[in-house]
């Protein structure tokens, strides 16, 4: 998937082209929601609700809204902040079904206190991410970069390989498990993705409830 600018385009086995402005993976690819620290140019408006305590401690809470790519709705959000450090703890997005996304283990990067795990819990699943390491500014040589599907090279030296076979490389994503290799050139390090194929009308069932 991509975005020119202008249009969103998607190629994947089963689909190639432009996707309209109401699809709903071209709303989320567009989209740019205000983050809290521009909550002054976004225009939104904030309000400070009394004190919720998490596992036992007191957190400051402020509510706004944001705005759901799938419907174009506002949906209530909730910000939990850690009155001694003013670090962000959670937040809670939604009223009847939420979704609440857990910050925790912050680490200084560059003088920035960064959150290094986020758990992310919703009606249908649990999603824990958590970060071995950050660095800003760090080049990358688009010539170093290759690709591979297992062992169908897709991208090598930063350009096309010239043994690319589309046809082989669509069979290959349709399998149930399967590897993806990505080196940028920098060092050794890897990490694992648990995925499902949602297609475009499942996420649009599921908006009529989400928020």
């Known amino acids: ?25 071209a709303r989320r690819a567009t989209s740019k929601e205000a983050s809290l620290i521009e909550y002054k140019e976004s225009g939104k408006r904030f309000a400070r609700l009394p004190n919720e305590k998490i596992e036992g401690k007191d957190y400051s809470v402020i509510e706004s ?81 290759n690709i591979s599907f297992g062992e169908l090279s897709i991208c090598e030296g930063g350009c096309l390989s010239p043994g690319f076979d589309e046809a082989a490389a669509h069979e290959y994503l349709k399998q149930r498990n399967l590897t993806i290799h990505v080196d940028l050139g920098l060092g050794a390090g890897a990490c694992r993705f648990w995925t499902t194929d949602l297609t475009t009308e499942y996420i649009r069932i599921n908006s009529d409830y989400s928020t």
Do not use: C, N
Not at 69 to 77: E, F, H, I, L
């Open 1 to 25: 998937m991509g975005f020119d600018g202008k249009r969103v385009w998607q190629r994947t086995p089963s689909f190639r082209g432009y996707l309209s402005e109401t699809d709903p993976a």
């Open 65 to 145: 809204t944001t705005t759901d790519v799938v419907s174009g709705q506002q949906v209530p959000v909730k910000y939990y902040f850690d009155p001694t450090t003013f670090l962000l703890k959670q937040t809670v997005r939604g009223s009847a079904v939420t979704q609440k996304t857990i910050y925790d283990d912050y680490q200084k990067v560059d003088g920035i206190m960064v959150a290094f795990t986020r758990i992310t819990e919703t009606p249908q699943a649990t999603i824990k991410i958590k970060v071995k390491s950050i660095k800003y500014g760090v080049a990358i040589d688009p010539a170093r970069i």
